[in-house]
Nanobody
Framework: QVQLVESGGGLVQTGGSLRLSCVASGRLFSINDIGWYRQAPGKERALVAV???????NYAGSVKGRFTISRDKITNTVTLQMNSLKMEDTAVYFC???????????????WGQGTKVTVPS
């Protein structure tokens, strides 16, 4: 079983920056895609950014140019650098990973517990 633990959320003023991190742990696994989703109050969970095992990055249009995703395959960490934050970025941010568990010999999809980002008006 693969576990994801996020950190780095908090309260930040409009125009400010935050850095979210997510560490994956478990036994005998490899990650293909890893990234971030967010869920604002009253809305569905939506993709923010994802990075593939080849390093290809994909961003939601609303964050392109402001957010940057990166990953460290050695430490199984993904980071989301968020700049020029806006009120509409307020949400709970969830780390998501898809890959293969060599322990259970099956594909997996894991979610973190979420970290809250608040950008007050």
């Amino acid at each position: 079983q693969v576990q994801l633990v996020e950190s780095g959320g908090g309260l930040v003023q409009t125009g400010g920056s935050l850095r979210l991190s997510c560490v994956a742990s478990g036994r005998l696994f490899s990650i293909n895609d890893i990234g971030w989703y967010r869920q604002a109050p009253g809305k569905e969970r939506a993709l923010v950014a994802v990075i593939t095992s080849d390093g290809n990055e994909n961003y939601a249009g609303s964050v392109k140019g402001r957010f940057t995703i990166s990953r460290d395959k050695i430490t199984n960490t993904v980071t989301l650098q968020m700049n020029s934050l806006k009120m509409e970025d307020t949400a709970v941010y969830f780390c998501n990973a898809k890959g293969t568990s060599w322990w259970s010999r099956s594909d997996f999809e894991a979610w973190g517990q979420g970290t809250k980002v608040t950008v007050p008006s």
